[in-house]
């Protein structure tokens, strides 16, 4: 019961958030009726998720068929969820993926272009007005953050390669992994050539 | 349930909470008891259970199985919150019937799904739990949740659920059944007893109502007994989960 609690308030919050973005739900439409299972293999814990055109519906059992069953451990789970390349999360060792994917893959691509209006949210709450003034608000904070972020970034590159030279810089680092592979495909034609040379020897002996 | 009869040519009696009714009255008696609670039974349901109630049926729906396409029976459906969850698992190709005996917790639940938007897919039919008027073999599953207690006779009404269901089809009952740890039991029979009625009298203005609903759970069948009941009427792999220490049990019977 604890866990169908805890997966009741999930779902709830989670349908809340689809409804943020005009095209989540006409897109999750498209997949009634599929299963999915999430099985969790450690911890055990079993998951399924039924999405529909009004958000996506999660159960602990489920006693009919799936379509699809995703089985890895918690951290790759997790691995998964967050990562922007799903396909190659998908295809390490401790993945196990059954069924059809595509319904699964499909759920992944809505769950990742989710872009949620919390505008809109917000002004059901607060009103045009305070909405406008905490939106612009915040917005600027965030350029001002990407930004000073971005700049903080360039700096301390520019510093550790530069200035400290604790690093080594970007294209010094690709000159001498060049040289690296030059001298590498050297020391294989040089090995090939001895080897040549020691069969002509072994040849000419043996005459 | 056993019904008592008293004497030869008296009619047959059955109980209605604690009291001895002929049994011709206790669908009148039981009718009122839901005309009367009707409009705030959602509300009542959510403070008696504390929103446990939410979670039995979440249990039940996730038991049941129903996937696209399939048609579904709701038998004392009341308030639609199990036909609803439904409507959306058999998506636009399947069907949800929500069936009630009364008139004014259909009519409840008639608008409460319409108002949501819930529609297309479901149907409202006044009907009698123990003369279903469907054909034989019709549907996928068959739900009746806090339904059954009311019944006059249990056996024939578990009798037309079979006859209703497909082949391989289930049937679930949800409903109140006895606490398997004697503490919990205690505690459980002081609330239902003592805050029950009151939050009735509170909320509905009608004590009896909640008292009969205290009485009518101690008088319906343990566990057992109704996996026993559901055996007798011709249901296979028959089975039941205890929920909150047996204060709520789902029985699911498989129709062979």
């Known amino acids: ?207 | 349930m056993t019904d008592q009869r008293k004497g030869d040519h008296a009619e047959p009696t059955t109980h209605f909470g604690y009291q001895d009714v002929p049994e011709s009255q206790k669908a009148k008696k039981v009718a009122e008891v839901f005309h009367s609670v009707a409009a705030k039974y959602d509300l009542m349901n959510d403070v008696l259970s504390g929103g446990m109630h939410r979670l039995w049926k979440r249990f039940t729906i996730e038991l049941s199985g129903v996937r696209s396409g399939n048609r579904v029976l709701d038998i004392a459906g009341g308030t639609g919150d199990l036909a609803a969850k439904f409507s959306r698992l058999v998506g636009p190709t399947g069907q949800v019937v929500l069936a009630d005996i009364n008139e004014s917790m259909l009519k409840v639940g008639r608008d409460r799904l319409l108002d949501r938007g819930v529609s297309g897919n479901i149907e409202f039919v006044q009907a009698d739990a123990e003369k279903l008027p469907f054909p034989d073999n019709h549907f996928d599953c068959v739900t009746i949740a806090f339904g059954l207690r009311n019944v006059t006779h249990k056996d024939a009404a578990i009798r037309s659920m079979l006859r209703v269901l497909k082949p391989g089809g289930r049937l679930l009952i949800l409903e109140f059944s006895k606490p398997t740890n004697k503490l919990m039991s205690k505690a459980y029979d002081a609330y239902s007893f003592a805050f029950m009625p009151l939050a009735g009298k509170l909320i509905t203005n009608d004590s009896e109502s909640y008292r009969y609903l205290a009485e009518s759970i101690r008088m319906h069948p343990d566990q057992e007994t109704l996996k026993s009941m559901m055996v007798e009427a011709g249901f296979d792999r028959v089975t039941y989960h205890n929920m909150t220490s047996g204060i709520v049990a789902v029985h699911r019977g498989i129709k062979p």
């Open chain 1, 1 to 207: 019961m604890l866990l169908a609690g805890l997966l009741a308030s999930v779902e709830h919050g989670l349908n809340r958030v689809l409804r943020l973005d005009s095209t989540a739900l006409p897109r999750l439409a498209a997949l009634e009726g599929k299963v999915i299972e999430i099985d969790c293999v450690q911890p055990a814990l079993k998951l399924f998720v039924l999405p529909d055109e009004e958000g996506l519906m999660l159960a602990a059992h489920w006693e009919s068929e799936v379509d699809c069953t995703l089985r890895a451990p918690a951290g790759r789970l997790a691995q998964l969820a967050l990562a922007k390349d799903k396909t190659a999360v998908l295809h390490s060792p401790q993945v196990e993926l059954h069924g059809d994917s595509a319904v699964l893959l499909d759920l992944f691509g809505i769950l990742q272009d989710l872009e949620l209006d919390w505008e809109h949210e917000l002004q059901r709450w607060l009103g045009p007005v305070p909405t406008a003034l905490i939106a612009g608000h915040l917005r600027l904070r965030a350029r001002w953050t990407r930004q000073g972020l971005a700049r903080f970034g360039e700096n301390l590159s520019e510093y550790l390669a530069e200035e400290s030279r604790t690093l080594v810089g970007k294209r010094e680092a690709e000159a001498a992994f060049s040289e690296l592979d030059a001298l590498k495909v050297d020391i294989e034609r040089l090995e090939a050539r001895l080897r040549r040379l020691a069969h002509t020897l072994d040849t000419s002996d043996n005459a």
